[in-house]
Structure formats: C-alpha cells, structure tokens
C-alpha cells in the first residue's frame, strides 16, 4: 500500500490532507525510513508541505526536517501557522535559518524573524551576509502589524531622465531585480518619489521615450508607519496590485504587494473571528496548557456576567416560587436577547473593521438597529405570548413574556451597535470586549424585566 501512496496525490477531492498521505509519512519516520520520508514529501508544493507539517506530531515535524536536509523549502516557513513555525524553527540550526533567509523575500524575512527571541534573532541575523542583514535590521525596527513590517525592500528604481530602454536593458541584465513586480518607480537623486509606471506601459512604450514623461499621474504612496489594516483598506479601494511605501521625508524605502495584502486580510479576519470568541492567539498545535490558559480569562469574565445576571434573578426569589413557570420561560428572553445582540454587534464591529461605519454615518446605523430590534421584539412577543397562553394557560403570563421580549430585544440591539462603537471611540478593539458587555446587558435586562414585570402584575 505504501508504494503506491506516491502515485496518489496528497489532497482528496474537497482539498484536505488524506489520512493514508499522513499515515504513510508518520510511519516512515518512526520506523526511521529516511528514504521513504523524502520520497512522499520531496515535491511537494511549500503550501502542501506546510500543511503537512502542521498536522504532524512535534517529533514527526523534527524528523522530517532532519530527513529533508538541505532540500527542505525555505518558502515553506511563511505558510506555517505561527505557533508550528516557532517550533519548526528552534529545530533548526542558524545556519539553515540563515541560508532559508537568504531564498526568501525581504518581508517574508522579516515576518519570520519577528516573532523570535531577540537572543535567536541576532544568532540568526549574525550568519548573513553584511547588507542583507542591515536591510532586515531596518524593517525590524518598524512598528509591528506596520508598512514598515510587511513591505518589500526589493524593487526596481530609475531616474526620471533615463529612456524606457536603458530602463528595459537595466532590467535584463540586473542580477538583484525581485522574483516579481509590477511596477518600476521613479526617484530622485535622494530617492525620493516622483512617481511610478505601470510594467505594461514600459513594454508598450518606444525605447527612446523618457520614463517621465509616461509616469503614471495617479500615485498612492503608502506611510512607512501605517497599520497593515489601513494599508489593506487602501489596496481595496483604489484597486491596487502593488503600492510604494515611502517614509516621512518622501523617500522610497520599500514596496507592499497584492499577496501581502491577501495574507493581512486573512491575519486580521482570523484575528476578530477568535477575539470575539474569546480565543485570540489561540492554534490548534498549541499544548491543553497553553489553550487553558488562553481560555481562562475569558472563561472568568464571562462567569462574572453569569454572576451579575444571577444576582438579579435572586431578586425575584418569591415571586418564582409563586409561578414555578416563570423559571422555564425565563431562559428563552435572556437567550434571545443575547442571540439578538449578537447579531447587531457581529454586524456592527466587522462594520467598524471595513470602515462602512463611522461617525458619518453613526446615527442612521443605531436608528436603523434599534427599528430592527423593536420589529423583531413585537413579533417574537406576539409569538411567545401564544405559546405561554396555551402551554401554560395564563393570559397574564403571555402578556408578561411578550412584553419583556419586547424589552430585551431592543435593549440588545442598543447595545450591540452601542458597545462597540464606544469600545472604538475608547481605541480600544471592539471585537474583544464587545462579547462580554452585550452579554451582560442581554442577560440582566431580560431577567429583570420578565421577572419584573412578572411581580407587579402576576404577583
């Protein structure tokens, strides 16, 4: 069976990893099948291998390192996820680290040393070459999640006075051009940009035009120090594929592509997602400790709303005793009005994240949720005060459950367009703490006006 496993390919139809890929792998490494590990996994693409590694054991992962050698892809180390990354790269020597930087892209580069201990950083800086290892200096020296961190530092300048061919016959025979681009800038003596021109129009253009005279007039130069997500915002808006990043004098220090762009979406997407479920920095390689540890604080806040929300229901300790129904409605006003505010704040924190919420357009937005809130209160009343009447034939009780939803729902959609755009006004990350606040207010509101409303009419 095994033989035949390098006929097949490793994904299945719907793209996963096959277990008999991973099986054979696993089992060829353990039984310290050398030959065998290289043979499965030799060609592989660096986006497959990847995915390989990280759904191996830590020791497999070390193994097959060790039995791939010199031929292990350096382009493979960007495509791990973080937390497999870090231990793929404390497997190997600085030397290799080194050399894999060297085959990289200068923000690829960067992007893997950032992460490591400052003592392994300059181990690992120390064994390249003089300049590369300034350039990459440099960048690190950037603010984090920065333009600085994600740009490229190759690319291709030229002087404004040179024509498109000695522009085309200095890009044939540089032997330092970037793998890829799409774009060739234009500076000054001190570097500073004058403008861009697109490849195409290069190619398209008479060999004795000057480049000035073809500079593209629409330029959107990037800050140095802008944050990666204002950076993605500027890529979607105005279209770009590639984009120049200057610092604050006007100089060109680097260039941001598409692809980087693309893998910042995904970063920050991810980000939000697992904020607002509590599990920001969380992986599915990390240790039953480190997740513990991750989900524990969230986990305490969230028992200090359950806390709060039981502390109101004990108000009311007399009249469920009275009407035992009340403590089988009351669950479904609270649940409703947690999902309910849920679903404003998911809406309304990815709205503060694309930037299609602001204070332009702040009002309409709350007007707008509340309205829904208020509609979807009046229905759900109509709904549940039926279902009260006839399971538990009160009149009364159904008037009281219909009204309180009607309560909790719009006081959820208050707060789940309200907390985050105060949480933002606060600079503070919306997506983290948003959760936790519209669940407490869903929680009390609902318990207090069901159980309420129940004491001064059912009483």
Known sequence: MQDALSDFPLRDEEGDVRPEFLHAVADALEEGDVSRARELTLD?????????????RQDDRARLIEALGQDFKA???PELDEAVRDQVLEEMPPEQVAEALQ??????????????DRKDREDILSKLPYFERIALQRSLEYPEDSAGRMMQTDLIAVPPFWSVGQTIDYMREADDLPERFYEIFVVDPAYHLIGCVALNRILRSKRPTEVETIIDEEMHPIPVEADQEEVARQFERYNLNSAPVVDDDGRLVGVITADDIVEVVQEEASEDILAMGGVGGESVVDTVWETTRLRFTWLVANLMTAIAASIVISFFE?????????????????????NAGTQTMTVAVRALATQ??????????????C?????????????????????????????VIGVAMVVNLFA??????????????????PAIASGVFVTTVTDVVGFFAFLGLAALWLA
Request: aromatic share 6%.
């Open 75 to 77: 382009a493979t180390l």
């Open 371 to 399: 309205a829904v809130g208020l509609v979807n209160g009046l229905l759900f009343a109509v709904i549940m005060a039926a279902i009260a009447y006839f399971w538990f034939g009160s009149d009364g009780l159904g008037l």
């Open 412 to 429: 959820a959609a208050l707060a789940g367009i309200l907390i985050p755009l105060g949480l933002d006004a606060l600079d503070m990350d």
């Open 318 to 338: 007399a009249t469920i005793e009275q009407m035992v129904a009340l403590a089988v409605l009351m669950p479904i006003v609270a649940s409703m009005g947690g």
């Open 44 to 56: 592989l693409h660096e986006a497959d291998l990847a995915d390989l590694l990280e759904i191996l």
């Open 356 to 369: 299609d919420l602001g204070p332009a357009n702040a009002m309409r937005v709350i007007w707008r949720e």
């Open 103 to 116: 085959e990289l892209d200068s923000d690829e580069a960067v992007y893997l040393l950032e992460d490591l």
